[in-house]
C-alpha cells in the first residue's frame, strides 16, 4: 500500500506565543517547532499498515527549509522518504498549502493520504480536507480507528455527542483526530537510520505550480493577543462550606451564570 | 453577484443547531452592513416542514435542497449540493457554525469555489464593502484580524460566540433542484451518547484535569448534571486514559467558550489555557494557589476538589430547588 502523509511544522503546544514587531507574525526566535501533533498520529497511523501489510509511506510538507527538521523526525519515526515543497518568500494561506500539496501529489502514485485534521498553529481546519477536493477523492475527517476493507476504508470519526462509521472508497485521505493512536518515540537507531533516508525538496517551479494562482484570499491584517483575564480572585472561608456558599452566591447574584 | 449572505443550516436528529441560530443572527448584522438580505439553505431528505423555523431569524428566503443522497451528511455529497445552491443564489458570504461537519463542509468548498474561508471565527463585520473576520490561531493563545478577499466568501463561525436576535423575515421556502454525484463515502452506522452535552455547544462546562487522580469523574459529573453542564477534560487526564480524547478542552483538543467554566483540578498549562480563556466566568478549584489556572479564574477556592465539588453541588442544588 502506498501511503502519503501530509506533514506540518509547528510551534510547541507548550509555547508562549509572541507578536512579532510587524504586527502580523509571530516571533519565532527561540520557539521549538515540532511535527503538528495530529501529523504525528498521521505518520504513525501510516507506519502501522504498512507494517501489518507492507507498501511505503511517504510525508509530504511545505514549508521553509527549517521544515525539513520534521520531515527528519518523521522518517525517523519509520517513514520512508520526504518531499519538502519550499514556497519560498510566498505568504500562503490555508487553501494556497492545499494546492501546493495536491500539485506535488498529483504525479505521485498512492492509495491513502493520511493528514492531521487540523494544524495547532494556523488552525484552519482546512487544508486536508481541501486537499482531497483538488485531488477529487474522497475525504473523512476525525478519524480515531480506520480498518482497511476491500477497496475501501472503513472509519469511526468523532462528531458532536458521538461516533458515526463511515466507507470511503480508495485512494481517500482520512484526517487524524485525537483517540486513533499514540505515536511511537524515535529510538536512536531510528535517527541515525533517518539520516540516509531520501528527502527531496523541491520549489514551486519543480511541482508546476503557477504563483498567481497562490495569493492569499486570507490576509493577516494584525496578530494581537486575547485580552487578559483579570483573574484571582481566592474566596476565602473559615470552612468548605462557607466557601462554597460564598461562591455560589457570586456566581448567581455577581456572574449571574446560575 | 447579491450582497445576500446565506446561513448553512445545521441539523441534528430533526432540530437545527443552536449555531444556525446564532449565524442567521451574526448574518443579520453582516447584511444590514452590506445591504443585503440574509438566506438560508438546508439540505437533507423531507426537511421541509422544519425549515420554515429560519424565518423567525430573519431568513428572508429558504433555499431547500431536498434530495435521497443528502440524508446523511457526507463531505463530498454536501459540496456539490451547497456549490450549486451557492451558484444559483449568488451570495457574498456563506456562513455556517463551525461545527464537525460545519469546518469539514466549509474546507471542502472553498477548494471547490476558490473561495476565501475564515475558520471558526468569533467575530465578524465589513469595513468598505470588504469582510473582515476576528479568529484565533494557535489555540487561542493569539487572535488574528484577518481580510477574506473575493466573492463569496466562506466564514464558518466559533459556537457560543453570536447573540441570538429573533426577528421574523418572510421565510419563503424555495425548492432547488440539484445534482449530487459525491465520491462514494458511505455512512455506516452512528452512536451517540443519549442525553450527553457537547463540550463546545454547552452553556456551561466542568472540567477534571490531572488532580482527580484517576477514571473515577463521578463528583465532576454530579456537578456538570446539577448545572446542565458538559463535562471535560485537561490533555494529562486524557493521556492516562481517563477520559475519551473528545473530552479534551485545550490546544490539541476542544476550544470551548461556554458561560461557565469550572475547572477541577486542573493547573492551567499555557495549551488549556487557550483552550477556554474565552469562557465567560471561570472558576477554579484547586489545592494549589500557585497554580496559573487560579490568576485566570473569576474565583478561585484554593482547596480539595473531592471536598469542594460535592459541597458546591450540593449548594447549587439547594439553590435551584
Known sequence: ??????????????????????????KTEGLRFVINPYDELAVEEALRIREAQGGTVTI??????????????????????????????LNCDGLAVAKILAAAIKPLSYDLIIAGHRAVDDDNF?????????????????????ELLDGKIRCQCTVEGGTKTVDAPLPAL?????????PRFTSMSGIMKAKKKPLETKSLADVGIDIDGLQPLVQVKALRLPEERSGG?????????????????????EAKVI | MTQNILVVAEQAEGTFRKVTFEAL???????????????????????????????????????????????????????????????????????????????????????????????????????????????????????????????????SLRPNTQVITEKQGTGALEKVTVTVSGTGVQVVDKQFESGKVELTEAASVVTGGWGMGGSDYSVVEALAETLGAAVGASRSAVDEGWRSAADQVGQTGKTVSPNLYVACGV?????????????????????????????????????????VVPALTEEIRKIKG
Open chain 1, 1 to 26: 500500500m502506498e501511503i502519503l502523509v501530509l506533514l506540518k511544522q509547528v510551534p510547541s503546544t507548550e509555547a508562549l506565543i509572541e507578536v512579532a514587531d510587524d504586527g502580523v507574525s509571530i
Open chain 1, 60 to 89: 509530504v510538507s511545505v514549508g521553509p527549509a527549517k521544515a525539513a527538521e520534521a520531515i527528519r523526525t518523521g522518517l525517523a519515526m519509520g517513514a520512508d522518504k520526504g518531499i519538502l515543497v519550499n514556497p519560498g518568500d
Open chain 1, 126 to 146: 482546512q487544508t486536508a480536507t481541501a486537499v482531497a477536493e483538488l485531488l477529487g477523492i474522497a475525504n473523512v475527517s476525525m478519524v480515531i480507528k480506520q
Open chain 1, 174 to 182: 482520512i484526517a487524524a483526530q485525537r483517540g486513533l493512536n499514540k
Open chain 1, 233 to 253: 480572585r481566592i474566596i476565602e472561608g473559615d470552612s468548605v462550606q462557607a466557601k462554597v456558599s460564598e461562591l455560589a452566591r457570586l456566581l448567581r447574584e
Open chain 2, 25 to 155: 443572527s451574526a448574518g443579520l448584522r453582516l447584511a444590514g452592513q452590506m445591504g443585503g438580505e440574509v438566506q438560508a439553505v438546508v439540505m437533507g431528505n423531507d426537511i421541509e416542514a422544519a425549515a420554515s423555523e429560519l424565518g423567525r431569524y430573519g431568513a428572508e428566503k429558504i433555499w431547500l435542497a431536498d434530495d435521497g443522497a443528502l440524508s446523511d451528511f457526507t463531505t463530498e455529497a454536501y459540496t456539490d449540493a451547497l456549490a450549486q445552491v451557492v451558484t444559483h443564489s449568488q451570495p457574498a458570504v456563506v456562513l455556517m457554525g463551525a461545527t464537525t461537519q460545519g469546518k469539514d463542509l466549509a474546507a471542502r468548498l472553498s477548494a471547490r469555489l476558490n473561495a476565501a474561508l475564515g475558520s471558526d471565527v468569533m467575530g465578524l463585520h465589513v469595513d468598505n464593502g470588504q469582510v473582515l473576520a476576528t479568529r484565533p490561531m494557535y489555540g487561542g493563545k493569539i487572535l488574528a484580524d484577518v481580510a477574506l478577499v473575493g466573492s463569496p466568501v466562506i466564514v
Open chain 2, 267 to 307: 493547573s492551567g498549562a499555557i495549551q488549556h489555557l487557550a483552550g477556554m480563556s474565552s469562557s465567560k466566568v471561570i472558576v477554579a478549584i484547586n489545592k494549589d494557589p500557585e497554580a496559573p489556572i487560579i490568576a485566570k479564574a473569576d474565583y478561585a477556592i484554593v482547596g480539595d476538589l473531592f471536598e
